[in-house]
């Protein structure tokens, strides 16, 4: 039949009036990105520093660079901005969030993916809404996108819709099933947030298990069940296809980083590193962010930990401190931390919604559907895996065995699967209440039973706790360690001072244990008034909870018993949930003002152009500039080309030209910086330099055990031999930045005259830094790393104790003695130790000094004339005349392209200030292209023969333009057969 257009908005009418619904609320919830502003996003203002270099060459020459010197030496861009423009799924994701952008675009994803979800499982379309409703604001939703982690919102946010193509494919519909399970799954890999789809394969190897029990039951349909798992398997197949450039590059690059196994096998300190390494991160890096098992208990009453990491008096929370049982404690009390759950900092809980999960539980008892037990299923796991290090059986478990698991950080994300199985659940009991009202009016007893065992725990919560003391673990330590502490600080001051300073008499032991209990009562009195206010807020929460509670459980009463409509049923149900969801995520993300200025909110193009040069980066402008007068020009020019009229009255204009102005000067050097106060957290100085910190979850891994052997121990050689050229310093007293030039950095190349030999990873990390030899020359015992030795050869990271006479005394070695030099670790007369050289000794001539240990400096890396190389390196240039004489000098600077001038006689060996990566870098030399050896552990080295005149370097992968072809043809595809099914279904209804 003709189709009807009048009749299509007939039918379909709720679906619009859904999506109008949705636009309306995100309008309203994120009013101010329609006013020209953006949202704070502390991740997206790092993203645009570390992006910055890659954004302005892809502006420049309309290529991918794919690599970046903007940060920790140099990394692949995979994982930090890289365009897939072949990918036309990303197009249609936009479609989802009406082009709004983020972070508005993103939340109006999360209904709309969650509502076609519902669809998928054919509910009532009006629980569809409320559904959406429900999981939408759920306030961990709320709180990554007010951090800045739009690409795991938009994962998540894509993650129902693929749950829901999977249930139709086996339930519902097998074509458009398989078809959505291709098309979501494609935008789900696409969003780019792994960890989030990996979880995600949880949910659905759960539901597949559920389906394949379906397939053998009473109406058994095995060829159906066959079909739909080929057919979706198929479709994944596809969506992997359209996303394979991603992730292969991905896949590749996670074996380089910290995502990857370590090739060193040892602490900094010596002492093996196996019991905590796993073939991808670290264990406890992995668990740095573990929920706490009672901590869980937010997911149905938000403030029971505290909510987030806040002093008292600038949390949600500090009014309460005017009340009067407060009133004298609140000075102190406003100082204290409000959050004291087991995570080191977070920003606030994760809070389901006491509805949502009443509504999971009637679920769980009332619903048929086996689907519920995967969902119950994939809920308990995913809870009991975000316990991390505080259920840590199983999680090395997961680490040990399960494929995949051990390259994620941050277990507590995974309880984002369990914020879309609990609703879900919440939605299934909704739908059947709906459909077989009088069934469960049969069964009111039941209900009964699930309401009142709910309200009476959470009043036993409430009033009698849950064993909770209301203090964190680190202050608990304090508090079991505090008496020690007391009495060591005093026992450290000398007698007559502490008789002066507190009026104690250390000679006296009763006077002075008297003192130090006094001071253990007093500091104790304050954590009694936090314990206090503390559990008070814990019950207030609790009590909250069990006021809605309540509400939701007489709107279904009214709807059994009464028999309300099912409008008034959905519409009561869902003001309630909005009323408990949205206070809780206002707390995180809202449109007030504080002191004229919104809290979470900034005008856009300052958003985007988040930082103005301090006085060091324009130091380090000006002192290029002054070593290379040209510079001037192309940033002049830049600064004109950049000039828009329009633009100027834009807060945040002085941000863009300055931006513009550095990037053309990073183009046209090569140096780097480092910035003390940043290190590996902040990318601010990567939008402005080439720098050695930043910030990045998943850095190579040879720069994070640089930063962990030695590079916390001090030897700043390595800043050298990477041609950190400025150390941005903050004056602690006046906050200003100076520009600290560095005269001993090596430049962008260098000729070496003599090489070292290292068998392995571990020998070649250490051999970058200073090998000291101590022995043990007193009385006592030397104890290195808990070993007894006499003697030892020690990099600086070991524990070394002399133990003389029972008392023991901590050793660090000295780090400013050369080669060949020598000192002696001495107890004077009163029996403190130190370390004084030896040539003090040969004129002490009253024996004043007692020596226990002595040192020297067995081996000392010089950088400059010397390359730390491996054995199959050495075989290649054993034979070799080299001198290090002549020059070799950057004469063109790219990204991803370097170009060197060569001018030597005989063979020479140059070593060069860039990151080591096999994976795509090449070099020719005099358009031969010639071997890159791993060098000083994580630098390039070449081997130049003599009458070689230029080497050029380039970061190429050939395969990514295949990719990208790859992924246009098969996106294209299959976005044209969704479109062909479609338009067929759409003739062969009957709209007459």
Same mark, same amino acid.
């Given at each position: ?15 619009f009036?859904?999506?109008g619904?949705?636009?309306v609320?995100?309008?309203?919830? *994120? ?27 892809r ?87 007010? $951090? ?5 919102a ?10 829901? $193509? ?15 399970s ?8 696409s969003?780019? %947030?792994?960890?989030i789809?990996?979880?995600l ?12 029990v ?11 069940f ?20 991603n ?22 300190d ?21 929920? @706490?098992? @009672? ?36 000075p ?9 759950g ?34 119950l ?26 494929p @995949?698991?051990?390259?994620f950080?941050?277990? &507590? ?44 725990l ?53 006077q ?14 304050s ?19 069990f ?52 809290? *979470? ?6 958003k ?22 040209e ?15 329009d ?20 183009a046209?050097t ?11 957290n902040?990318?601010? $100085?990567?939008?402005? %330099? ?15 055990n ?18 950190v ?13 100076q ?16 090489f ?8 070649e990390?250490r051999?970058l ?8 020359k ?18 600086? $990271? ?15 070695i ?24 030896? *040539? ?42 080299? &001198? ?22 005989g ?22 292209q ?19 005149k ?11 333009? &295949? ?30």
């Amino acid at each position: 039949m003709k189709f009807n257009i009048t009749e299509f908005f007939k039918r379909n009418w709720v679906h619009f009036f859904a999506l109008g619904l949705f636009f309306v609320i995100t309008l309203a919830y *994120f009013s101010p990105q329609f006013g020209g502003n953006g949202l704070k996003q502390h991740d997206i203002e790092q993203f645009i520093g570390m992006s910055h270099e890659t954004v302005e060459y892809r502006a420049e020459n309309g290529e991918e660079p794919l690599w970046t010197n903007s940060m920790f030496g140099g990394m692949p861009t995979y994982q930090i901005s890289t365009a897939y423009e072949g990918n036309m799924l990303t197009q249609v994701k936009r479609i989802l969030g009406l082009w709004l952008g983020s972070p508005a675009g993103i939340f109006l994803t999360y209904l709309t993916g969650f509502y076609i979800m519902l669809l998928c499982f054919r509910t009532n379309k009006w629980v569809a809404i409320l559904g959406a409703l429900a999981f939408a604001f759920s306030s961990y939703y709320i709180i990554i996108l007010q $951090a800045g982690h739009n690409s795991k919102a938009m994962a998540i946010a894509l993650a129902p819709p693929v749950i829901g $193509a999977f249930y139709m494919a086996f339930r519902n519909n097998l074509k458009w099933g398989i078809l959505l399970s291709a098309l979501f799954m494609g935008m789900e890999i696409s969003a780019n %947030h792994l960890q989030i789809t990996y979880y995600l394969g949880i949910v659905l190897i759960f539901m597949g298990i559920v389906e394949l029990v379906r397939a053998f039951g009473k109406q058994s349909n095995f060829k159906r069940f066959g079909f739909a798992t080929l057919g979706v398997l198929v479709a994944y197949g596809f969506a992997l296809g359209i996303n394979y450039g991603n992730i292969s590059f991905t896949n590749d690059y996670a074996k380089y980083t910290i995502r990857g196994a370590n090739d060193i096998k040892i602490n900094p300190d010596g002492t093996t590193a196996a019991n905590n390494q796993s073939k991808g991160l670290d264990k406890d890096y992995i668990t740095q962010w573990s929920y @706490g098992i @009672g901590e869980s208990m937010t997911l149905i009453s938000p403030y029971i930990n505290g909510g987030g990491t806040a002093v008292i008096g600038n949390s949600p929370f500090k009014d309460k401190l005017k009340s009067k049982e407060y009133r004298n404690d609140a000075p102190e009390l406003s100082k204290q931390m409000m959050y004291w759950g087991d995570q080191p900092i977070v920003t606030g809980p994760v809070y389901l919604g006491i509805i949502v999960v009443f509504l999971a539980l009637l679920a769980l008892v009332f619903v048929k559907d086996r689907i519920k037990w995967a969902l119950l299923a994939a809920t308990i796991l995913c809870l009991m895996l975000s316990w991390g290090k505080n259920y840590m059986g199983l999680t090395e478990f997961f680490i040990d065995n399960i494929p @995949g698991y051990n390259k994620f950080r941050a277990v &507590t994300i995974i309880l984002a699967i369990v914020e879309i199985c609990v609703p879900l659940l919440g939605v299934l009991f909704l739908q059947k209440l709906i459909q077989e009202r009088e069934a469960i009016k049969a069964q009111m007893k039941t209900f009964y039973i699930v309401s009142g065992a709910s309200a009476l725990l959470l009043l036993i919560f409430a009033f009698a706790g849950t064993g909770d003391d209301y203090l964190s673990e680190r202050e608990s330590e304090f508090l079991y360690g505090m008496e020690a502490n007391v009495r060591s600080q005093i026992e450290s001051i000398p007698v007559a001072q502490a008789k002066e300073q507190y009026g104690v008499d250390l000679n006296n032991p009763q006077q002075k244990q008297a003192f130090i209990q006094n001071v253990v009562e007093n500091q104790s009195k304050s954590f009694d008034a936090v314990v206090d206010f503390r559990a008070d807020i814990a019950k207030m929460s609790y009590l909250r909870s069990f006021g809605f509670l309540l509400v939701a459980a007489f709107i279904i009463f009214a709807f059994l018993k009464w028999e309300i409509k099912t409008e008034l049923l959905i519409g009561a149900l869902a003001i309630v949930i909005l009323a408990d969801l949205v206070p809780v995520d206002r707390i995180y993300l809202n449109s007030e003002k504080e002191r004229g200025e919104m809290k *979470f909110w900034m005008p856009e193009f300052e958003k985007v152009n988040p930082f103005y040069p301090n006085r060091a980066d324009q130091q380090i402008m000006q002192n290029e500039i002054a070593q290379n007068p040209e510079l001037q020009k192309v940033i002049d020019e830049a600064a004109k080309k950049a000039e828009d009229k329009d633009l100027r009255r834009e807060k945040g204009y002085a941000n863009y030209i300055e931006g513009k102005k550095f990037a053309a000067l990073n183009a046209h050097t090569n140096y780097r910086v480092y910035e003390p106060s940043g290190g590996t957290n902040s990318s601010r $100085a990567s939008y402005f %330099h080439k720098s050695m910190g930043g910030y990045h979850g998943a850095k190579l891994r040879n720069i994070q055990n640089i930063y962990n052997f030695q590079l916390s121990q001090g030897n700043y050689k390595i800043f050298d031999m990477f041609n950190v050229k400025y150390f941005i310093q903050q004056n602690q007293q006046t906050g200003e930045y100076q520009a600290q030039p560095n005269p001993n950095a090596l430049g962008n190349a260098w000729l070496v005259s003599e090489f070292q030999v290292e068998e392995t990873p571990e020998e070649e990390i250490r051999a970058l830094g200073k090998e000291v030899k101590i022995t043990n020359k007193g009385n006592g015992t030397l104890v290195v790393n808990n070993e007894v030795v006499t003697d030892a050869l020690v990099y600086g $990271a070991e524990k070394i104790q002399y133990v003389n006479k029972g008392d023991s005394m901590n050793i660090n070695i000295q780090t400013t003695l050369q080669t060949g030099q020598a000192s002696s670790f001495v107890a004077d007369i009163n029996g403190r130790g130190n370390w004084v050289p030896n *040539f003090t000794l040969e004129m002490d001539t009253t024996n004043s000094f007692e020596v226990l240990v002595t040192q020297e400096v067995v081996d000392n890396f010089m950088p400059r004339t010397e390359a730390i190389i491996t054995p199959s390196t050495y075989e290649k240039v054993k034979d070799k005349k080299i &001198t290090g004489e002549g020059t070799i000098t950057m004469t063109s600077y790219a990204p991803n392209e370097l170009h060197y001038a060569i001018n030597t006689s005989g063979d020479q060996f140059a070593v060069f200030s860039e990151i080591y990566y096999p994976d795509g870098w090449n070099a020719y030399l005099d358009g031969k292209q010639v071997d890159i050896e791993k060098t000083n552990y994580l630098l390039r080295g070449v081997f130049l023969p003599a009458g070689a005149k230029e080497l050029v370097m380039k970061f190429e992968v050939p395969s990514f333009d &295949t990719v990208n072809t790859v992924s246009f043809v098969l996106s294209l595809f299959l976005l044209l057969l969704i479109v062909f099914f479609f338009i067929k279904d759409l003739k062969d209804k009957k709209w007459a």
